[in-house]
């Protein structure tokens, strides 16, 4: 049933500590007091929902509380260093009373969420269960424990244990570690923790039991083990504040490293005031410092967790607030991929019979990706705690369904928009995937590129001639091996497009039509196994708003990376002469520099034309080349790793036991492709003197035919015979090309090896730069993409109205 929410009573000697709980719980309202007997003036004359005290007097105050107000929820606020107080409410316990009990630490977010999930248990629906049916297994104290389940909702159960147990070894707080409940044997529910709220000794026709009433988080994943990134661009921080107004995301400020005083803000603003950008806000408490103190700034948005230390420059009395922007944000992530919200025309429903009262249950998602969705249901009728595991139907907007299964990873409160709920409480349950088959995958992919821009749709489906013939207009310039004109290379090139990109495994082909007609196109490509290559991108000429085009294809093309699962990095090339990219890309190469989850390098691209003519004969007197074994393998990787280039090691498969592209090969092989590595060494007396990674794959994967070309290794250039053992390498390369019927021999060297290949007639064609970036900063990639898109000119969508013609 859902219990009505009348008055929250806090009572607390200290003003701020008063301040900052009636500021966590936004929604209520809020009577603070500074003692106890006057508190039991206010609940005399009216009795409040939820009592909120120290743990001081614990067992005369219930008593109180018992008689002016037994309906009341119950909570101490106790820190786990008060040996005194958490004796008093051990007492408590003993003697029967019900309570709960939060630690004083908690910050103003997790006090605030802590307190409203309390009051949805208590609002909650619950159902009592036969207790011999279901079987609760836990750990406390890495002691194993096996209990009864008696009652069970949508936040808590309640346990029976056998009462030989210590009552004081289960006090209220105490943390029951990886907690399941079975029935007939199934795992129905599991959560990481759980917390004891109250304990007592019951009696009953079997005697006396450990009776524990307990709740569990509403969301099952943990704090992130590992710091989360920093930003520290300027206008990142100013674009993802912007974006959590608009979101409507809730912003606290504490004193800095200091939780005892939180205040939650009212209507703030992001303005510019003297060319600096202030926020401006409205506090609900009162906040000690003065202009020039650090405050912290936190909030939370789409998965995401922030932080930041600001300077206070206004702290008026009348709780007028203004601060400086935070110098950096902290992000950590919740959520692994990215979800959208389907159109109303492409709904999806979810089907599955309810885990603890079997009734069967269809809803439409909220929002999806291939990693999961979420639903609503009504918490005060329906039990489905975040850990329950479901078998679940997923009906596709195309009418086929799809088996799977669910996971419930969290349930938050829905806004009811300040409607009447009519006894009802909106709740959404986010759930993760798994066993979802690809058919159904592939009908979430397209949806969501729909979400995203209308305009693009799968390149798969359109006529490579009409591709190949945008290239021309768009005077593309990365393929020096099939030059347009030369029908000979197109059949080639279909194919390897077909196979590529028909699938979506190796790669996505993206277009963006309009009623003009092709507009403009981007692809996708797994150029190593964890590495997603964005490439080919080409707009229309005459296209009046092209970068917009070109923003919408890239950010998808990148997105589009993200949701499959095994992709680790996102790959960027681009010439450095081509002025868009180098612009925009380029610069948020250097803005979002990260060590260790991001590289940007540059190199020259040298190629030189194999004629069918007999080749030159080879340079005599040089070293001699031999084939790279594992031994060469763990030299590779142990050398980048000391010149601090782990990103390329793990993007580009350079691992010991990857260095031959194995498993990449027999992934390319299933669909017609080919795709290896070949490893050219040229020994030193301990260590090698060069070494070239010689890159192998079908004609067309890359028009730049970056997997046909070879990239040098020299450790130590100023060895006498470094000059001589690269040129070996050259040769031998363009040797190995030959063999395989190559037209050309393609290298992409550092700026030191250009004078060699160019002395071996290779023609430097330019440089180009190239950004590797982990998958964890690819959420911070597109915002700010999308902010400074914006600021620089950028429209949300093109206006095709004005178009000029093909003309």
């Given at each position: 049933m859902s219990v009505p929410i009348r008055d929250v009573l806090v009572v607390h000697p200290n003003a701020g500590r008063r301040a900052a709980l009636a500021s966590a719980l936004p929604s209520y309202r809020v009577v603070a007091v500074e003692s106890k007997t006057e508190a039991a003036f206010k609940m005399a004359d009216a009795a409040p929902a939820l009592i909120i005290a120290p743990p001081d007097d614990a067992r005369l105050f219930l008593r109180q509380v018992a008689h002016a107000a037994p309906d009341a929820l119950r909570v101490f606020i106790c820190s786990k260093s008060d040996s005194v107080g958490l004796a008093e409410l051990l007492q408590s316990a003993a003697e029967g009373h019900v309570f709960s009990v939060l630690d004083e630490a908690l910050s103003g977010p997790e006090l605030g969420r802590t307190l409203s999930h309390l009051l949805q248990h208590r609002g909650s629906a619950s159902i009592a269960v036969s207790p011999a049916a279901y079987a609760v297994h836990f750990t406390l104290n890495e002691h194993a424990h096996e209990a009864q389940c008696s009652e069970i909702g949508n936040f808590g159960a309640t346990l029976l244990l056998p009462g030989h147990l210590p009552l004081d070894a289960f006090s209220p707080g105490a943390v029951l570690e990886t907690l399941r409940i079975e029935r007939e044997g199934q795992v129905l529910f599991k959560t990481p923790w759980a917390q004891v709220q109250r304990s007592l000794v019951v009696h009953d026709e079997q005697g006396a039991h450990l009776c524990l009433g307990i709740s569990w988080a509403t969301a099952m994943y943990p704090p992130p083990p590992v710091p989360g990134v920093t930003m520290e661009e300027p206008s990142e921080v100013v674009a993802t504040l912007r974006k959590a107004l608009r979101r409507g995301a809730t912003l606290w400020l504490q004193a800095v490293n200091d939780s005892s005083v939180q205040i939650r803000l009212e209507d703030p603003v992001v303005e510019t005031v003297e060319e600096k950008?202030?926020?401006?806000?409205?506090?609900?408490?009162?906040?000690?410092?003065?202009?020039?103190?650090?405050?912290?700034?936190?909030?939370?948005?789409?998965?995401?967790?922030?932080?930041?230390?600001?300077?206070?420059?206004?702290?008026?009395?009348?709780?007028?607030?203004?601060?400086?922007?935070?110098?950096?944000?902290?992000?950590?992530?919740?959520?692994?991929?990215?979800?959208?919200?389907?159109?109303?025309?492409?709904?999806?429903?979810?089907?599955?019979?309810?885990?603890?009262?079997?009734?069967?249950?269809?809803?439409?998602?909220?929002?999806?990706?291939?990693?999961?969705?979420?639903?609503?249901?009504?918490?005060?009728?329906?039990?489905?705690?975040?850990?329950?595991?479901?078998?679940?139907?997923?009906?596709?907007?195309?009418?086929?369904?799809?088996?799977?299964?669910?996971?419930?990873?969290?349930?938050?409160?829905?806004?009811?928009?300040?409607?009447?709920?009519?006894?009802?409480?909106?709740?959404?349950?986010?759930?993760?995937?798994?066993?979802?088959?690809?058919?159904?995958?592939?009908?979430?992919?397209?949806?969501?590129?729909?979400?995203?821009?209308?305009?693009?749709?799968?390149?798969?489906?359109?006529?490579?001639?009409?591709?190949?013939?945008?290239?021309?207009?768009?005077?593309?310039?990365?393929?020096?091996?099939?030059?347009?004109?030369?029908?000979?290379?197109?059949?080639?090139l279909q194919d390897t497009h077909r196979k590529v990109y028909s699938t979506g495994d190796l790669g996505r082909c993206l277009v963006y039509n309009s009623d003009k007609g092709l507009q403009g196109q981007i692809a996708g490509l797994r150029i190593h196994s964890r590495t997603w290559l964005v490439q080919h991108l080409a707009v229309r000429p005459g296209v009046r708003r092209g970068e917009q085009v070109s923003y919408e294809l890239s950010n998808l093309a990148v997105e589009l990376g993200e949701v499959q699962q095994d992709i680790e990095f996102i790959r960027y090339s681009w010439r450095k002469d081509n002025r868009w990219p180098s612009r925009r890309i380029g610069w948020l190469a250097r803005a979002l520099e990260t060590p260790g989850l991001s590289f940007l390098r540059h190199f020259s691209y040298l190629r030189l034309p194999l004629s069918a003519e007999s080749p030159p004969p080879p340079v005599r007197d040089l070293p001699r080349v031999r084939d790279g074994v594992r031994?060469?393998?763990?030299?590779?990787?142990?050398?980048?790793?000391?010149?601090?280039?782990?990103?390329?090691?793990?993007?580009?498969?350079?691992?010991?036991?990857?260095?031959?592209?194995?498993?990449?090969?027999?992934?390319?092989?299933?669909?017609?492709?080919?795709?290896?590595?070949?490893?050219?060494?040229?020994?030193?007396?301990?260590?090698?003197?060069?070494?070239?990674l010689c890159e192998e794959g079908t004609p067309g994967l890359n028009l730049l035919e970056k997997t046909n070309a070879f990239w040098l290794l020299v450790p130590n250039r100023s060895h006498p015979q470094a000059r001589a053992a690269t040129q070996a390498l050259v040769q031998r390369c363009v040797e190995h090309a030959r063999e395989r019927g190559r037209p050309s021999a393609i290298a992409l060297v550092e700026d030191e090896d250009v004078a060699v290949l160019e002395e071996a007639g290779f023609q430097d064609l330019g440089r180009f730069s190239e950004w590797i970036f982990h998958r964890s900063m690819l959420r911070r990639v597109c915002e700010l993409w999308r902010s400074v898109f914006e600021r620089l000119g950028g429209s949300p969508a093109p206006d095709w109205s004005t178009e000029e013609g093909l003309e």
């Amino acid at each position: 049933m859902s219990v009505p929410i009348r008055d929250v009573l806090v009572v607390h000697p200290n003003a701020g500590r008063r301040a900052a709980l009636a500021s966590a719980l936004p929604s209520y309202r809020v009577v603070a007091v500074e003692s106890k007997t006057e508190a039991a003036f206010k609940m005399a004359d009216a009795a409040p929902a939820l009592i909120i005290a120290p743990p001081d007097d614990a067992r005369l105050f219930l008593r109180q509380v018992a008689h002016a107000a037994p309906d009341a929820l119950r909570v101490f606020i106790c820190s786990k260093s008060d040996s005194v107080g958490l004796a008093e409410l051990l007492q408590s316990a003993a003697e029967g009373h019900v309570f709960s009990v939060l630690d004083e630490a908690l910050s103003g977010p997790e006090l605030g969420r802590t307190l409203s999930h309390l009051l949805q248990h208590r609002g909650s629906a619950s159902i009592a269960v036969s207790p011999a049916a279901y079987a609760v297994h836990f750990t406390l104290n890495e002691h194993a424990h096996e209990a009864q389940c008696s009652e069970i909702g949508n936040f808590g159960a309640t346990l029976l244990l056998p009462g030989h147990l210590p009552l004081d070894a289960f006090s209220p707080g105490a943390v029951l570690e990886t907690l399941r409940i079975e029935r007939e044997g199934q795992v129905l529910f599991k959560t990481p923790w759980a917390q004891v709220q109250r304990s007592l000794v019951v009696h009953d026709e079997q005697g006396a039991h450990l009776c524990l009433g307990i709740s569990w988080a509403t969301a099952m994943y943990p704090p992130p083990p590992v710091p989360g990134v920093t930003m520290e661009e300027p206008s990142e921080v100013v674009a993802t504040l912007r974006k959590a107004l608009r979101r409507g995301a809730t912003l606290w400020l504490q004193a800095v490293n200091d939780s005892s005083v939180q205040i939650r803000l009212e209507d703030p603003v992001v303005e510019t005031v003297e060319e600096k950008t202030v926020l401006r806000c409205l506090a609900t408490g009162t906040l000690e410092g003065s202009a020039g103190d650090e405050v912290d700034l936190f909030f939370e948005m789409g998965g995401q967790s922030y932080s930041g230390v600001c300077g206070l420059l206004v702290n008026g009395p009348d709780g007028k607030i203004v601060v400086q922007m935070p110098r950096t944000l902290v992000m950590r992530n919740w959520r692994s991929l990215p979800r959208f919200k389907p159109e109303p025309d492409g709904r999806f429903l979810v089907s599955f019979l309810a885990p603890i009262t079997g009734h069967h249950i269809t809803r439409a998602a909220l929002d999806l990706s291939v990693g999961g969705l979420s639903f609503p249901f009504d918490a005060s009728s329906e039990i489905i705690p975040a850990g329950s595991r479901l078998d679940a139907t997923l009906l596709l907007p195309d009418g086929t369904s799809a088996h799977c299964q669910l996971e419930v990873r969290s349930i938050h409160g829905l806004p009811s928009d300040g409607r009447p709920d009519g006894g009802l409480r909106p709740y959404r349950a986010g759930a993760r995937f798994s066993g979802l088959s690809q058919h159904a995958r592939g009908v979430i992919l397209r949806a969501f590129m729909t979400s995203r821009c209308r305009a693009i749709s799968e390149g798969d489906e359109v006529s490579f001639e009409s591709i190949w013939h945008l290239m021309e207009e768009a005077r593309y310039r990365f393929h020096p091996d099939y030059p347009f004109g030369d029908d000979s290379a197109v059949a080639l090139l279909q194919d390897t497009h077909r196979k590529v990109y028909s699938t979506g495994d190796l790669g996505r082909c993206l277009v963006y039509n309009s009623d003009k007609g092709l507009q403009g196109q981007i692809a996708g490509l797994r150029i190593h196994s964890r590495t997603w290559l964005v490439q080919h991108l080409a707009v229309r000429p005459g296209v009046r708003r092209g970068e917009q085009v070109s923003y919408e294809l890239s950010n998808l093309a990148v997105e589009l990376g993200e949701v499959q699962q095994d992709i680790e990095f996102i790959r960027y090339s681009w010439r450095k002469d081509n002025r868009w990219p180098s612009r925009r890309i380029g610069w948020l190469a250097r803005a979002l520099e990260t060590p260790g989850l991001s590289f940007l390098r540059h190199f020259s691209y040298l190629r030189l034309p194999l004629s069918a003519e007999s080749p030159p004969p080879p340079v005599r007197d040089l070293p001699r080349v031999r084939d790279g074994v594992r031994t060469d393998y763990v030299w590779i990787e142990l050398y980048l790793r000391d010149r601090g280039e782990l990103v390329r090691v793990l993007s580009e498969d350079l691992l010991t036991d990857e260095v031959d592209l194995s498993a990449l090969s027999e992934r390319f092989r299933a669909h017609g492709l080919h795709r290896r590595r070949r490893v050219f060494v040229v020994d030193g007396e301990y260590t090698p003197l060069a070494v070239a990674l010689c890159e192998e794959g079908t004609p067309g994967l890359n028009l730049l035919e970056k997997t046909n070309a070879f990239w040098l290794l020299v450790p130590n250039r100023s060895h006498p015979q470094a000059r001589a053992a690269t040129q070996a390498l050259v040769q031998r390369c363009v040797e190995h090309a030959r063999e395989r019927g190559r037209p050309s021999a393609i290298a992409l060297v550092e700026d030191e090896d250009v004078a060699v290949l160019e002395e071996a007639g290779f023609q430097d064609l330019g440089r180009f730069s190239e950004w590797i970036f982990h998958r964890s900063m690819l959420r911070r990639v597109c915002e700010l993409w999308r902010s400074v898109f914006e600021r620089l000119g950028g429209s949300p969508a093109p206006d095709w109205s004005t178009e000029e013609g093909l003309e």
